[in-house]
């Protein structure tokens, strides 16, 4: 009997992308780090940064070492991958990602990828769910937290609505948990995703907004163009609020908000000539 051969992760992350992943537009496939090593997929994610996805096949070796060898690549050529892959999307200077993907990590491995640069790396689970009523096949954020120690100063710092961004300077600070206080009233089930420069809210998988630090200065972005660029003043709040709950309405299936019309006013039941046949001083 001959035994069907498991996909690899590298197919299955393909068909996920094919089907549209949110944040994330695919780019380009088999970027060539070295003569026997590739990056599998190049896309830019939701904030214009340029994403690096590694499948890590059984026998593909140390992943740590594998997302250091890529962002490395990354940051050498930087000015050369903008020309070669020629996207509107990317930002400039480039900042590049690294997105690891597996079937599963194992404890140690997930604890070399967290230590790695914060926020420029991203593990990535490829996870099955079969049910009756399909079998459906999903990219699940994993993260090394439940592998680490619990520390009295870590815990804080995941729920602080400033901690993310804690790099900036006071005004924009002051902005930036303006903002963040702000989006996270809109809903108690948006899921917050954060690292030390990033901040993104998704509700039920779906991208809602992010807020990032870039260059010391705090930038804004909502999938579908409402609003992508810095914000740097109460206007830019205002308006980046704006555009985050109409894509949350969106999401919630509501899409925009409608303009209900004001009631005409209604005709009168009587004519004039009618009303004045009533007048007693007639």
């Not at 001959?2 to 992943?21: D, I, K, M, N, Q």
């Not at 997929?41 to 070796?61: F, H, I, K, Q």
Request: proline share 8%.
């Amino acid at each position: 009997m001959a035994f069907e051969t498991p996909e690899t992760v590298s197919a299955v992350v393909g068909r996920l992308f094919a089907a549209g992943h949110p944040g994330f537009e695919l780019l380009d496939r088999d970027l060539v780090l070295a003569r026997h090593r590739r990056v599998p997929y190049v896309g830019v994610d939701e904030l214009g940064r340029l994403v690096l996805v590694l499948c890590l096949e059984p026998e593909a070796g140390d992943a740590a070492a594998l997302a250091l060898d890529a962002l490395a690549f990354a940051r050498a050529r930087s000015t050369a991958l903008v020309k070669h892959l020629n996207a509107p999307r990317l930002r400039t200077p480039l900042a590049a990602v690294v997105w690891v993907v597996a079937r599963g990590f194992g404890a140690d491995e997930r604890v070399r990828l967290a230590r790695l640069e914060p926020g420029a790396v991203r593990m990535f689970e490829c996870v099955c769910i079969e049910s009756q009523r399909s079998v459906g096949e999903y990219l699940l954020e994993v993260s090394a937290a439940s592998e680490t120690a619990p520390s009295a100063t870590v815990a804080p710092a995941a729920t602080s609505p400033s901690a993310p961004l804690a790099g900036l300077p006071q005004p924009l600070r002051e902005l930036a948990e303006s903002v963040i206080r702000r989006v996270e009233h809109l809903d108690d089930d948006l899921d917050a995703t954060r690292t030390p420069d990033h901040i993104a809210w998704r509700f039920q998988d779906e991208l809602v907004c992010s807020v990032s630090l870039m260059g010391g200065e705090l930038a804004g972005a909502v999938p579908g163009g409402d609003f992508d660029g810095a914000i740097a003043g109460p206007s830019d709040v205002e308006r980046f609020l704006g555009a985050a709950v109409q894509r949350y309405l969106a999401v919630l299936g509501h899409g925009d908000l409608i303009a209900v019309p004001r009631p005409s006013t209604p005709a009168p039941l009587l004519t004039p000539e009618e009303l004045a046949a009533f007048d007693p001083k007639r």
